[in-house]
Every structure is written in C-alpha cells, then in structure tokens.
C-alpha cells in the first residue's frame, strides 16, 4: 500500500508551501527490522538494515534488499556471523568501484548486557556475493559510517565501553580495512553515531549524536573541519538527534534525517530537517512513530529517496519514500 503525506513548511529557503511525498512498506519479513541505508549502484537500488528479535541483543544479521526501480524489491543477501550482532549496515562505493557495507558487530552471549563490540566490512561487486565480514579498526570501537572522498573512507568511530566519558575519533583508509586515526573529535556529552560528508568546497561536516551524561546536554553538534581534517570547530544545535543522517542538496544546501524526540509524551518520529553548518530545522516528517529512524537518503532523478524504519503500523517495518524537491515539479 501506498501512503501520501503532506509535508508543511518544506520550503528549503522558498516560500513556505505543502509537499507531496509517497511512503511505502518494502519489507516487514524478520522480527525486528531496523536501521537502514539506501544507494544506487551499476544501475539498482540496494537498501540495508538489520534483522533481529529486538531493537539489541541477539545475533543480528544484515539483509540487503535490491530493486530495479525502486518499486519492487527483493532479497539479494543476508550476511550473518555466529554469536554476534551485526547491526546499523551502512553502504557506500569504493574507490575501486565495489559496493561496501561498514556495520557494528556487538557481543551479547544471550544476554542483555553488552560484552564487546568491533567494527566490520563486507565487499561486493554485483549487491549479491559478498565477502565474509571481517573486524576493522579496533576492539571496542563502532565505525558508524563512512564517505568515500579523495580515495580514501572516512568515518568517525566511538568507543562508549570505556566506563567514563565517551570517545570520538575520526579515521580514514585507502582500502576500506586499514583504518588509520586522523583526528581525535573533541566532543563532550558522550558523542556516539556520526555521520560525515564533504562538501562541494571541500569542508568535511559532521552531525554527531550525544547522550549528554549526568545533566549535560544531549543536544547533536555538528563540527567542520577543512583538508587535511585535523583542526574542527563545533556548533551545538538545539535539538536532540537519533540515527543521524544529512546530504548536500545540488544548490549547496543540506537535508538531515534524524530521530525527533517528544520527551513529554514519549513520542518519537522521523522527521528532516534543513541542515546548516551550525543548525537543525525540522521542515518535515514522515509516517512513523515509536522505535523508528535511522534513514538512508539518496538523490536520484530529481527525488530524495529515504529509506527508513518504524512501528507506527504494530511491527518494526523498513519503509521508503520518495519527496518531491522545490522548483522540481
């Protein structure tokens, strides 16, 4: 089924004006389904997630799910490892032209408690074939996403195992698996998921979650940083962030998606929001409510292409929507 929203006041610097976007279910098949990415590659659409028994814990498996346009998809793969988690599969091209995904591998033993997490990478060339995950960076670590610029991946990766505050470090690698440290990301409040990208200028931002700590903020910063990406500035916004994802639109403005939290009615949505350097603007929302978010967006043919979860419908769902962008009919 297909399902309309009016989107109000998505306006990206026009005058403010309704919006058409279309939104539907593409798969609702594992028990838990959750945390996506989107892209396009050697002519297809590839979309990622998770599927698990719940939101943590468990042996989480990645699906990729693959459509010649955009309308009906199938299951091209499904990466698994025994007695791990994988979690949050995040895509991207690499130099060289392969598909790549970077996801978290927790370790729960069938237990609740977390007990040791290390990133991991898979390669494909056809969405289909994939070579085995195997362990990048370093133990304890989550390489939440990266971006492929000057030939090299670059993420930034967190380590909230270390008992106290938090840690943020922004690495690269020429092949996707040898992951050196750059910079080390000076965020307080227990910064976590980090998405980066690189602006046509060349300035590298990014849009990072805080869990705030004992009374502190848990507002999202976004920091930039010019080549070689060792000297950042941040600007804290004044909202909270959950599954953080932004894109660089042709006219050189920036659309985020994140998780937007009703604390007073303990409300969630996905919604995005008009980005700048230093701000995050909800402009529009999508159908979604309680455990939902982490977006994939793609810019295709004119359209911004979201890929998305939600349970607003009784089930962890991976929805995708297409939004109709201003002065594109």
């Not at 890929?307 to 769902?317: C, I």
């Amino acid at each position: 089924m297909v399902r309309f929203l009016s989107l109000i006041g998505f306006a990206l610097g026009l005058a403010a004006q309704d919006y058409w976007i279309s939104s539907k279910k593409i798969w609702d098949q594992g028990v838990h389904n959750a945390f996506t990415d989107l892209i396009h590659y050697k002519g297809r659409f590839y979309c990622s997630f998770r599927e698990g028994d719940g939101h943590v814990g468990g042996d989480g498996k990645l699906r990729i799910l693959v459509s010649p346009d955009g309308e009906a998809w199938d299951s091209a793969a499904l990466l698994e490892e025994q007695g791990i988690d994988l979690r949050d599969p995040k895509l991207s091209i690499t130099s060289d032209g392969r598909l790549m995904v970077v996801a978290g591998g927790s370790v729960y033993n069938g237990g609740p408690k977390l007990l040791g997490r290390h990133p991991r990478v898979a390669f494909s060339n056809d969405g289909r074939t994939w070579t085995k995950p195997q362990k990048v960076w370093n133990e304890g670590e989550w390489l939440w996403r990266v971006t492929w610029h000057g030939g090299k991946a670059w993420g930034a990766s967190y380590n909230a195992m270390t008992g106290g505050e938090w840690t943020l470090t922004l690495v690269s690698a020429d092949d996707g698996v040898n992951f050196k440290k750059v910079a080390d990301l000076k965020v307080p409040g227990r910064p976590n998921e980090t998405t980066i990208r690189v602006l046509k200028d060349g300035t590298m931002v990014a849009l990072i979650r805080r869990e705030g700590g004992p009374g502190g903020s848990t507002n999202a910063w976004i920091g930039t940083a010019k080549a070689p990406y060792t000297d950042w500035s941040y600007k804290e916004t004044d909202m909270r962030a959950g599954g953080p994802n932004f894109i660089q639109l042709p006219d050189g403005s920036m659309l985020a998606s994140t998780r937007k939290y009703d604390e007073a009615r303990k409300h969630y949505m996905t919604v995005l929001a008009k980005m700048t350097t230093d701000s995050l603007k909800p402009v529009a929302w999508f159908p979604t409510s309680g455990d939902t978010s982490y977006a994939g967006l793609l810019l295709h043919k004119g359209l911004l292409w979201v890929s998305y979860y939600s349970s607003h419908e009784g089930k962890t769902s991976i929805y995708l929507a297409k939004v109709r962008l201003p002065g594109k009919g």
